[in-house]
């Protein structure tokens, strides 16, 4: 044919060219909208793994119990948030002993609202009821029974009023673990922004400190005990057992408080602030204390 240029196929050719070209690319199209559907499919079945609905309160899950746990010691406006975090944590990794005792004293805790200072009394029985729940649920785990001895003697002694039940409380733990250091939680891992790496600080789940749970009841007992005798023997076995745990500082400003074996007193006060046992806060209290008894004997003496 004239002026047919070569390798141009004829009209009915190219029109068979051009049907299976569409073709193909509307298969193609089939193909690719497909996959973009089932990779949306999947990214929506993975997003809703990632939340747990608790009432209605939508909760994030985390790969590990530890960072699950770090999520639930954050700060949240409203407690009902912080409760469902908890109780998500407790469905997730109910296998992990532990953490899950620690989650559920923190749950005993909000038993107390948002503020301690004005919980009802119902409110307090609450919390003693879990709290005796965790003694009974986590046998073997000596850590997580005397916080939850210590708890309850303190809602006992400093909410409820009644000195008696928590003395026995505060008693009973420094028998069954004298012991039990007390154990300090990491911070969220979002705290690693604001520290320089030559800042961090261990970040150990279980970082024992040199403080122990003996110790702070002791101090309850020195602080709330209405014998004299009773209060003088629990600083004494806070002096010799435990005497760079920070709960002895305390003791000891409250016995010089409270005038009891005053001379004796006076001797270890002395001592405690050569060596500097606690923090610079409560060493200025004592020496306040220490002013406050011996002035008036100058004094007189003069």
Known sequence: MHGRLKGIPTAPHWRLCNLAQLSTIF??????????????????????????????????????????????????EDIQEKRAALHAFLQLFPENKQLSGVASLDLAYLQLGSDYRF?????????IKDYRAILSRYDGHPG???KALWYIGWIYTNLLAENDKGMAYFIELVEKFPHEQVSLLPPAPW??????????????????????WAALALLEIVQHGKDGEVAWQAFDTLWQDYRKDKATGFALKIIL???????????????????????????????????????????AAG
């Open 27 to 76: 298969l193609l199209l089939i193909l690719l909208i497909g996959c973009n559907q089932s990779t949306s499919d999947q990214q929506h079945a993975h997003e809703t793994k990632k939340f747990i609905k608790i009432g209605e309160i939508a909760v994030p899950v985390f790969s590990s119990a530890e960072e699950q746990l770090n999520y639930t010691r954050q700060w949240f």
């Open 119 to 127: 919980t009802p009394e119902h409110a307090c029985f609450a919390a």
């Open 144 to 146: 997580l029974q005397a």
């Open 191 to 212: 705290v690693s922004i604001i520290y320089r790496a030559d800042e961090s600080i261990n970040t150990a789940l279980y970082h024992r400190s040199i403080n122990h």
């Open 257 to 299: 408080q409270r005038r009891l074996h005053t001379d004796k007193a006076l001797e270890r006060a002395r001592q405690y602030m050569e060596k500097e046992f606690s923090n610079v806060h409560i060493l200025g209290d004592i020496q306040r204390e220490i002013n406050a008894i011996i002035e008036p004997r100058s004094g």
